[in-house]
């Protein structure tokens, strides 16, 4: 075998994936066709849930200190701002990062294929896949190198993350459902200024369309995404300038542009591929989903399907989880793009349908709705959630277990663990619990337990337990977050809750290690299988 996983893509997908497994002692090969990192902005969003691994994976400080927080969102139709959404309020109990990080997606792969190569591994560019074949005990690539020659290499397990086009998704056969739509956006890095405001989105709404303004870094710095004019679609060789009558039209006379450093157009589809995994191959990212860029969420999906997938994969190669454990990262990631494109699909015809009806409804009623609704705070958090994508759940996943009934209110298996400020042992400050808990192993945390067992104990890099002391502080923040006591929480290395209940038996987590996440130590709690 020339190598556990070969890792097709070096985009923001395949860089994430690179360092989930470098870190967990795993042998990778990851390629890409392109001569070097790619200097385009791309997306821009990072959210709150991409920050969070971002701070496990210790890069972090990097990205804030590069990036714009984008601290609100302002909705403008008929050159008046028509509602604001604060993201600092919405988001500050939910995540230790309430906002939009505005930052580049080029930037994000530089940073993430810096801390790659801190970590000793390096992306061989110029290097293509061209075709793959399956064995019961490995994959045989065939790779195109940068002297046009080509070499056979055999890996364990493949994933694809080359992007829309993907050979590993061709390859193996896996249908792209979908379309495209009719629609051209427009993408161009500027300087410029006008009505908008200051470090926050900004989206104008008009007859035609939607422009977004998004803030980066620089003075008057603005990443400016649009739809084509119908008339413009299909114009060869466009330059920004043609762009600039109907922005002026959008943002009113008072847009003055200084300079647009970079300018593209791209058609975009919505298609996802039927299954995430044919035996050893895996799809990821833009490999897997495609969808409109209306809520940032393209590169951020990508990263999740990374962080998802590597710890399963880890386990498995390491000989400590057996490959059935691999079904769950199809049986998780599938319904969160399904959910992806239908609900980025809905938006996106909401805002560029250019019948007349939906030009009135566009910045007449969208725009009056959506100053009554962001004022309620309920809906502002649950946009929050949705976006940041803090809110992504597993529920149905067989991973998802829970040994009785919690309230309905509290965390519940499938959930992401929520944020919170506790004290881990009475004489202790108070500490950020995603600090405090890694990532690289499942937590157990016990709350309120009347007693317990003496089998339980921490499995050396496995399983780490976390007594919580009854405390004042404690207590009102497990109250706040609706959680019971007694209760415990199994967290699994991504920060899903995998098994919860009211009081914990050794034997109920041994099952649940043993039966559903298919663990095959003998050393995981106590005297296990
Ligand atoms: C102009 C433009 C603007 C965009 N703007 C936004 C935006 O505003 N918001 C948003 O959310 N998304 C946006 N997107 C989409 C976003 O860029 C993608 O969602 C994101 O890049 C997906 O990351 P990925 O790593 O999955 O795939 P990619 O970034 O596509 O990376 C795939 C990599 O695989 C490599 N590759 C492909 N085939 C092979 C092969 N056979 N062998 C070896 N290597 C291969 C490619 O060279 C590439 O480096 C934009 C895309 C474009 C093109």
Redesign the pocket.
């Known amino acids: 075998m020339d190598t556990d996983v070969l890792i097709?893509?070096?985009?923001?997908?395949?860089?994430m994936l690179a360092n989930q497994l470098v870190r967990r002692g795993i042998r990778i090969l990851i390629?890409?066709?392109?001569t070097g990192p790619?200097v385009?902005?791309?997306?821009?969003?990072v959210q709150a849930r991409t920050l969070e691994i971002y701070s496990h994976l210790g890069i972090v400080d990097r990205a804030l200190e590069l990036g714009k927080r984008g601290t609100g969102g302002n909705i403008w139709a008929d050159g008046q701002r028509r509602a604001r959404v604060a993201l600092t309020d919405a988001g500050e109990q939910m995540t230790p990062y309430p906002y939009l990080l505005v930052l580049g997606?080029d930037d994000n792969e530089r940073i993430m294929g810096d801390h790659l190569r801190e970590l000793g591994c390096s992306v061989q560019w110029n290097?293509?896949?061209?075709s793959l074949t399956q064995r019961a005990d490995g994959v045989t690539a065939t790779?195109k190198l940068h002297d046009g020659s080509e070499q056979n290499i055999v890996a364990a397990w493949v994933a694809g993350?080359?992007?829309?086009?993907?050979?590993?998704r061709e390859s193996s056969g896996i249908t792209f459902a979908g379309a495209p739509y009719e629609h051209v956006?427009f993408?161009a890095d500027t300087e410029v200024t006008g009505s908008m405001i200051p470090d926050e989105v900004n989206v104008y709404l008009f007859h035609d369309g939607f422009h977004l303004l998004f803030p980066m870094r620089g003075k008057d710095h603005w990443?400016i995404?649009g739809i084509l004019p119908p008339d413009l679609r299909n114009k060869p060789d466009l330059k920004f300038d043609a762009v600039i009558p109907s922005l002026k039209n959008a943002a009113g006379e008072g847009l003055a542009i200084k300079s647009c450093s970079w300018f593209?157009?791209?058609r975009i589809h919505h298609r996802r591929a039927v299954r995430f995994r044919d035996r050893r191959c895996f799809l990821?990212?833009?490999?897997a989903h495609?969808h409109s860029?209306v809520?940032?969420?393209?590169?951020?999906?990508?990263l999740q399907d990374a962080y998802n997938l590597a710890w399963k994969l880890a386990l498995v190669i390491q000989n400590r989880a057996k490959p059935v454990l691999l079904d769950s990262y199809e049986q998780e990631r599938v319904p969160v793009a399904t959910a992806l494109l239908n609900g980025t699909d809905r938006a996106f015809r909401l805002v560029v349908s250019n019948t007349w009806i939906a030009g009135m409804l566009r910045t007449k009623v969208l725009a009056r709705v959506a100053a009554f609704a962001v004022n309620r705070k309920a809906v502002q958090k649950l946009a929050f959630r949705t976006v940041s994508q803090t809110g992504i759940k597993y529920p149905k996943s067989f991973l998802s277990k829970s040994t009785d009934a919690l309230p309905e209110t509290a965390p519940q298996a499938g959930d992401r663990f929520p944020w919170l400020r506790l004290k881990f042992a009475a004489d202790r400050p108070v500490e950020d619990i995603f600090q405090k808990l890694g990532d690289m192993h499942f937590n157990l945390l016990l709350i309120g337990q009347p007693e317990i067992e003496d089998s339980l104990q921490d499995s050396g890099d496995l399983l780490c337990i976390h007594v919580i002391p009854a405390d004042a502080v404690n207590n009102e923040e497990l109250a706040r977050r609706q959680i019971p006591q007694p209760s415990f929480y199994l967290i699994r290395p991504d920060g899903y809750i995998g098994l919860c209940g009211t009081r914990l038996q050794t034997d109920a987590l041994t099952d649940y290690f043993v039966q559903h996440l298919h663990l095959l130590t003998r050393q995981i709690v106590g005297n296990a299988a």
Not at 40 to 45: F, I, P, S, V, Y
Not at 295 to 302: K, Y
């Open positions: 097709v893509g070096a985009g923001p997908t395949g860089l390629i890409d066709r392109h790619s385009e902005t791309k997306a821009l969003g997606q290097t293509e896949l061209v790779l993350c080359d992007g829309a086009r993907s050979a590993v956006f993408v990443r995404v593209s157009t791209y990821l990212g833009d490999a495609i860029p809520g940032a969420q393209g590169m951020n999906t990508g």
